[in-house]
């Protein structure tokens, strides 16, 4: 009888192992959650029933350990070295040189670059296939043994994936990190809270891989990639850097999927700038990029030189971090009236531009840093992402002005600023009378993604609203020739094309329309939503509550602010004449359910598909019938995911929506005959 739960017990590990693997590795689900669920939930009631059975190994086990009162030392027998690093060309072809001289060698020589990402060293170790210890690199012979921390990581293998070269010890070393999503995502809702917002996504990694409770760590989204097996070459075939990942990878690890193998100098540069231009659109923060050479027998020749291997070095990024003086503090009041506090900065030059304003977020994080007229304050660019306030650098000297008080009327119309409950903003309570709420309106409604009116920036819109000429988006269309020339920088045919593109955009789509009208929470994919159900504005102004809730994407709040927009008689105006300007949309009838077989159903793609684009899979979806939406929610059918699809598989398995895979897809596209 237990030799037959056992055994039961040990087939469902392997098929939870098996299903988490490939959701957390390599991002490709196998199977629906719920049945994942079932799975888990099975496993559980047999180990409840049988607890001389469960084993720390055991899936059901990765958040079960008590908070302890500090971490225990963890010695590593081999030392967690650390990189050197090269800045430029120059100090590569040196690194090079270098190399080559002490083997001897002059043929090009083959490394393995790989990105080097921004979190924290760890090594784990194996024994007979089990994770038995997780620790930091402390000062590279003694680091804090972390082991229940890094268990809670999802990505982190319990046990090893049976393999014929799975040696007795097996110690494994790579970086844990938060991906970016998921760091924006937190602090998002620190901010929120009013709480404290982690400063970087290493930060964040090294805050939540260090707390004495792992049931607090279990609530990061942490992440690691692995690129070490020490000694695995006196064990194995294996003769190469890249070997090694191919082994890391088949022992269960996740590995970078931006490593290559790449051939002397001109390989490594060209690595470094693809990775460089492609940085903004990876998950995680990186920051520059790792050359090893790539041939295992050398590596042990070169050997190390003070604590750092000969054979490995870092190319840096360009900073993203710089010191500067905040030589004033400003309020920026954005389309929706919220106040920014926004720091006017000396010019510094990071992450290669110069930055001259940083925002503070809000009042909250103003007070919590305690940033003032005259400190010095460390300021941060990471790719898009609008440069920040860090913090500020203690005893930043004399001058240091008071402290910076919330403005009781707004900056730029005078009427009250009012703070929302619960909200840790504070807005102008002007609305359209704000003439920094009008031409944010008005910059909203003629951006790219909404009316796409081509030439109308944000120094145009400044003048059309300072000069009268502007006050509501309706005024854009009664613009003439005559108006525009008078302006600065607008000559005859920047006029002319300027108006050429505001007739132009007379044509547009339900969609854009929506998005442009700036409902506060109604997004593109939401926007296209409300279109897809609606088909012409005339119905949605009408419909209700509960009949803007029937919209996948649209929860209470969005409902709410769509029925408060139309209801103000000011934007049921500006509507009417916006139509009498002509602005027209096809109006698309409903199709009819019969010829379409996913009609009711609601789908969100994510990740990269190998077929086709998402954006030619959506309309194959919707040609059928089937909406497609941008968000996961519980009214979504499935979530369609292709190769990295990110957070929102995370978000569908927590509402228990299904996952598909793109095979899924192809199906639901050429259903039976
Ligand atoms: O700190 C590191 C980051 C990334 C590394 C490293 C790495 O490879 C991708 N590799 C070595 C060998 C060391 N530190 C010592």
């Known amino acids: ?32 959650d719920v049945e994942y669920d079932a799975l888990f939930r099975a496993l559980q009631q047999l180990e409840f029933d049988h607890p001389g059975l469960v084993t720390a190994a055991s899936p059901t086990q990765r958040i079960g350990a008590k908070p302890s009162d500090a971490f225990p030392p963890a010695e590593h027998t081999d030392p967690m070295l650390s990189l050197g690093n090269v800045f430029d060309a120059a100090e590569l072809e040196a690194f090079e040189t270098r190399i080559r001289d002490r083997l001897g060698e002059d043929q090009e020589i083959e490394y393995t670059a790989e ?35 890094i268990r809670t990581i999802r990505s982190v293998p319990l046990r090893l994936q049976k393999h014929r070269d799975m040696p007795e010890r097996l110690e494994v070393r790579g970086e844990v990190f938060m991906p970016k999503k998921g760091f924006e995502e937190i602090n998002v809702h620190a901010r929120k809270e009013g709480k404290k917002a982690f400063v970087n996504p290493r930060n964040a990694a090294a805050g939540a891989l260090r707390r004495l409770d792992p049931r607090e760590t279990a609530g990061y989204p942490l992440d690691a990639f692995f690129y070490n097996a020490t000694g695995i070459a006196k064990q194995t075939l294996i003769r190469t850097q890249f070997g090694v990942l191919q082994y890391l990878k088949k022992m269960g690890f996740k590995i970078c999927a931006e490593a290559q193998q790449v051939s002397g100098c001109q390989g490594c540069l060209q690595y470094y700038g693809a990775i460089l231009d492609k940085r903004a659109a990876l998950g995680y923060e990186l920051d520059g990029v790792v050359y090893k050479v790539n041939d295992l027998d050398l590596q042990e020749v070169l050997g190390m030189v003070s604590r750092a291997p000969r054979w490995a070095v870092a190319h840096k990024f360009p900073a993203q971090e710089a010191a500067t003086r905040v030589a004033d503090i400003r309020f920026q009041v954005g389309r929706t009236g919220a106040l920014t506090p926004v720091a006017k900065l000396e010019p510094v030059f990071v992450g290669g531009a110069t930055v001259s304003n940083a925002t503070l ?88 993604k909404a009316m796409d009116i081509e ?6 819109v400044d003048q059309l609203v300072d000069k009268g000429l502007v006050s509501s988006v309706k005024d854009l269309f009664h613009l003439d020739k005559e108006d525009l020339v008078e302006l600065e920088f607008m000559g005859e045919l920047s006029a002319t094309n300027l108006l050429d593109a505001i007739k132009k955009s007379k044509h547009t789509t339900l ?77 698309k009838p409903k199709p009819d359910e019969q010829d379409n077989p996913l009609a009711g159903k609601t789908f969100v793609l994510t990740g990269r598909l190998e077929k086709f684009s998402r954006a030619e899979a959506a309309l194959q979806l919707k040609a059928l019938g089937a909406k497609v939406t941008g968000s996961v929610s519980r009214k979504t059918t499935a979530v369609i995911a292709g190769e990295d699809p990110g957070s929102k598989v995370d978000k569908a398995r927590s509402l228990g929506v299904k996952v598909l895979a793109e095979e899924d897809l192809l199906a639901l596209l050429q259903p039976d005959p």
């Open 511 to 587: 969609a854009r329309f929506i998005y442009a009208l700036g409902i506060r929470e109604v997004g593109e994919a939401t926007a296209a939503s409300l279109a897809d159900q609606f088909r012409d504005l005339e119905p949605l102004q009408q419909a209700d509550y509960e009949a803007l809730q029937e919209v996948p994407d649209v929860g209470p709040v969005i409902a709410e602010n769509i029925t408060a927009f139309f209801r103000q008689a000011h934007n049921r105006e500006i509507l009417s004449e916006l139509k009498n300007a002509g602005l027209v949309w096809e109006v």
């Open 115 to 149: 990105p080097k990402i921004d979190g924290l060293a760890v090594s784990l170790v194996y024994e007979n296939g089990v994770l038995v210890r997780g620790a930091t690199r402390g000062d590279g012979f003694t680091g804090e043994d972390i082991t229940e921390n």
């Open 361 to 448: 977020h809000n009042m909250d994080e103003v007070n919590r840093k305690d940033v003032r007229i005259g400190d010095r304050v460390i300021i941060r660019r990471a790719g898009d992402v609008i440069p920040e306030v860090v913090k500020t650098i203690p005893d930043s000297g004399t001058g240091r002005g008071d402290p910076i008080q919330a403005p009781k009327r707004c900056p730029e119309c005078n009427s009250e600023v009012v703070r929302i409950e619960g909200e840790a903003l504070i807005r102008c309570s002007g609305g359209l009378y704000c003439p920094a709420q009008r031409k944010g309106v008005i910059r909203h409604f003629a951006s790219r």
């Open 1 to 32: 009888m237990t030799r037959a739960i056992e055994k039961k017990i040990e087939q469902l590990r392997e098929e939870i192992e098996k299903h988490s693997y490939a959701y957390h590795v390599l991002d490709d689900p196998l199977i629906p």
């Open 455 to 460: 030439g109308l920036g944000t120094k145009l």
